[in-house]
Nanobody
């Protein structure tokens, strides 16, 4: 079992920045990949970024590449999503997720545990 708690969401103007955190407990943190997904009203949950267990391999959705950075601290058992140059279309509930294995993946079905979500709202 893995428990995940997100924090750091909020309201920001377009062009601003936010940093999301995801604190994990349960299994050995470095043993599994971490991912960030988001879901806007009326839309399906979509992949944002993922990072492997060691933190050396990352993947990003094209829509956030160059603006968002995923990272992890395996001592603090926490994953992060630094979001810069935010746009109104980034508005969504953001979820962190723990993967089934050490390998980072974009596939939603490869993540077994999910946080409760944190709202990010970007005003124009």
């Amino acid at each position: 079992q893995v428990q995940l708690v997100e924090s750091g969401g909020g309201l920001v103007q377009a062009g601003g920045s936010l940093r999301l955190s995801c604190a994990a407990s349960g299994r050995t943190f470095s043993a599994y990949a971490m991912g960030w997904f988001r879901q806007a009203p009326g839309k399906e949950r979509e992949f944002v970024a993922s990072i492997n267990g060691s933190g050396r391999s990352t993947y990003y959705a094209d829509s956030v590449k160059g603006r968002f950075t995923i990272s992890r601290n395996n001592v603090a058992n926490t994953a992060y999503l630094q979001m810069n140059s935010l746009k109104p279309e980034d508005t969504a509930v953001y979820y962190c997720a723990a993967g089934r294995s050490w390998l980072a993946t974009r596939r939603l079905v490869e993540y077994d545990y999910w946080g409760q979500g944190t709202q990010v709202t970007v005003s124009s």
